[in-house]
């Protein structure tokens, strides 16, 4: 079966750094993908890793390991507007699916 | 502006009800899906449409039924809904539908803000 486990809720001071996990058992894989969904709106998207390594956008940082099943997303010099959920999602290289993780819902505190 | 416009954005509904969900892109793109979300749920894939054809249709129940007129318009008809159908209902679009080896096959999805729907 495809399974992607993610913590369902973290709790971050502002000004700090955060990582937020992404473990995923699919059979084949592509691509990773996070997005970030504020409460009321649409998922806006993030970044998307295909090769193993670090990619790094701003304050947002995006890691895979495709041989441990393992993503994270770090999340620098935190500012409240960062309070949302995370969503990690996989593609599979058998078809254009995306298989979704149920999303990490990040807290901000002052 | 999203790119990705929903309508209605809140929708009240009894069981025996009918009603369509309405989802308009402006990025021209040809791929266009309805998901299904629900809280602490991860996301649920039910329609997928890639230049007006339906191409995956998830065990979704009948009283669901998508329209596509064309590739920058997609209809959701609703009707005889059941109380676990409440949810949040969200379109998404993305340039095309791809194949492994393809550019585009990894293209991100662009979503809407969805209609929340509570079925009474």
């Known amino acids: 079966g495809q399974n992607i486990d993610q913590p369902t809720e973290m709790t971050a001071t502002e000004g700090a750094i955060v990582q937020i996990n992404c473990t995923y058992q699919?059979?084949?894989?592509?691509?990773l993908f996070w997005y970030q969904q504020h409460a009321g709106e649409a998922p806006t998207f993030l970044s998307y890793?295909?090769l193993d390594g670090l990619e790094e956008k701003g304050r947002f940082s995006s890691f895979l390991s495709r041989s441990k099943g393992y993503s994270y997303l770090l999340l620098k010099e935190l500012q409240m507007k960062d309070s949302a959920s995370y969503l990690c999602?996989?593609?599979?290289?058998?078809?254009?699916?995306?298989?979704w993780g149920a999303g990490t819902k990040l807290i901000i505190k002052p | 502006e999203t790119g990705v416009t929903q309508t209605p954005r809140h929708l009240v509904m009894g069981m025996t009800n009918k009603k369509s969900l309405k989802c308009e892109q402006h990025?021209?793109?040809?791929?266009m899906y309805w998901y299904k979300q629900s809280a602490k749920k991860p996301l649920e894939l039910m329609f997928v449409?890639?230049?007006?054809?339906?191409?995956e249709n998830n065990s979704v129940p009948s009283r669901f039924s998508p329209e596509c007129p064309n590739s920058s318009h997609l209809f959701l008809h609703l009707h005889t809904l059941q109380p676990e159908d409440s949810a949040l209902y969200l379109c998404?679009?993305?340039?095309?539908?791809?194949?492994?080896?393809?550019?585009?096959?990894?293209?991100?999805?662009?979503f809407g803000d969805g209609t929340r729907l509570s079925i009474l």
């Open positions: 990025l021209g793109h040809n791929a």
């Open positions: 999602a996989v593609t599979m290289d058998s078809n254009y699916q995306l298989i």
């Open positions: 890793n295909v």
């Open positions: 998404a679009s993305s340039q095309e539908m791809g194949r492994p080896g393809e550019s585009f096959f990894n293209q991100p999805q662009h």
């Open positions: 699919t059979s084949g894989f592509n691509g």
């Open positions: 449409y890639n230049f007006k054809e339906q191409t």
